[in-house]
């Protein structure tokens, strides 16, 4: 069996007015994440893990942020073509782990929901799919709620 493992990233400033979507799920909040899509950090630091442990590039590579088909788009369904191109190179996703940084809201309790979404694209089981949260107790950009980010390492194999 081939291994390969990939690493992603995704930051997105906070803003009023727009609704905050975060693992394919909508958690309550008075701001938003602003971008082109729908602007879930936590779903584009997958596709880019996903992409980069192929060498397929990343996710601007794929899903423009210039093109106006993407405009608001759900970050599940650019979930669902990343995957698509990992299983067309004859790979599946064996685990994922991840941490989203950001100061509030509180996200543990809908940890569960996250997963068993990423798990439904990624086609494994939710315990494959670890999804952390931490503060930067106060510091930076994400210590200020200014924005958040969200890191990904997956882990790919091809079968014999």
Known sequence: MAYRI????????????????LGG???PHSKGAHGHSDADVLLHAICDALLGALNLGDIGVHFPDT???LKDIDSKILLEKTIK????KGYQVVNLDSMVSLEKP????FVPQMQSVIARILFVGPDDISIKATTTEKLGFVGREE???A???VLLRKPD
Do not use: C, N
């Not at 191109?85 to 067309?88: D, K, N, R």
């Open 25 to 27: 799920i909508e958690i």
């Open 85 to 88: 191109l990992i299983h067309e």
């Open 67 to 69: 093109d106006p088909d």
């Open 151 to 153: 890191q990904a390492v």
């Open 147 to 149: 924005g958040l980010m």
């Open 6 to 21: 990939g690493f992603g990233t995704d930051y997105h400033q906070l803003v009023t007015g727009r609704k905050l979507w």
């Open 106 to 109: 509180k996200i543990m309790s």
